[in-house]
């Protein structure tokens, strides 16, 4: 079936770095992928939706350029936490839906990102 | 705004007990409804979905969800629980056709499940 790939899985890094995270579709085309942050027993929140090609649209309240997200090919999006903080620490999630919106959604594993 | 609701934030059954975990959501059109199960360590995995037809929705690992749209409810049963379905339990709602995938979820529902 669809897979998802996430990397890193896990990441610590300095507070003021940046760090890149990486969603790959294996088997399908991606024209839209998404990316959630969900906190310690808590939900999935979307903070944006990322377009092959085009400019990523981010929910409310999320800083865009404190969460760079580039979609350059049907089957990669990235997302980069710019300057990152303590506070930035959470597990990030994508998810992708094939290019004929049919099937649910596709999850990656997650990344953990932990800044110290 | 839309928003979805899950009535109960950790529920604990012994095994062959019967489950019910309740999901409420706010958005009057046509949507698009999920649950899905995160088991501990890994990732986000679909029970179920329904986008129309018959409300009753059978799922993967004897799951089942009934949509009641005069309720805007959508809750998942299972007649009998294992100790394998410990998880995490998300309900989750697409309700913007244009979007499709952009996906609101419930604040999820602890499941465990005594041997």
């Known amino acids: 079936g669809a897979v998802v790939s996430q990397h890193p899985s896990r990441v610590i890094c300095k507070s003021g770095t940046s760090v890149k995270i990486e969603c790959r579709s294996l088997d399908f085309q991606a024209t839209t992928m998404f990316w959630y942050r969900q906190f310690p027993k808590q939900s999935l929140m979307l903070m944006a939706t990322?377009?092959?090609?085009?400019?990523?649209?981010?929910e409310q309240g999320v800083e865009k350029d404190k969460f760079l997200i580039n979609h350059a090919s049907l089957t990669l999006s990235t997302l980069t936490v710019t300057s990152a903080h303590p506070e930035d620490s959470s597990f990030y999630i994508c998810?992708?839906?094939?290019?004929?919106?049919?099937?649910?959604?596709?999850f990656g594993n997650g990344t953990r990102l932990t800044v110290t | 705004a839309q928003s979805v609701s899950q009535h109960n934030h950790h529920v604990i059954l012994s095994e062959a007990a019967s489950l019910e975990l309740g999901c409420n959501y706010s958005y009057g059109g046509t949507v698009n409804l999920f649950w899905y199960v995160q088991y501990p360590g890994q990732h986000l995995q679909l029970l179920l979905k329904y986008f129309s037809g018959d409300p009753l929705v059978k799922g993967i690992k004897g799951f089942e969800a009934e949509f009641i749209k005069s309720k805007f409810s959508f809750n998942l049963r299972k007649p009998s629980v294992q100790w394998s379905d410990t998880a995490e339990y998300f309900c989750a709602v697409n309700a913007d056709r244009n979007q499709g995938g952009k996906l609101i979820f419930g604040q999820g529902t602890e499941l465990s499940v005594k041997p």
């Open positions: 998810s992708a839906r094939d290019m004929t919106g049919a099937s649910p959604l596709h």
């Open positions: 990322s377009n092959e090609g085009s400019k990523a649209t981010y």
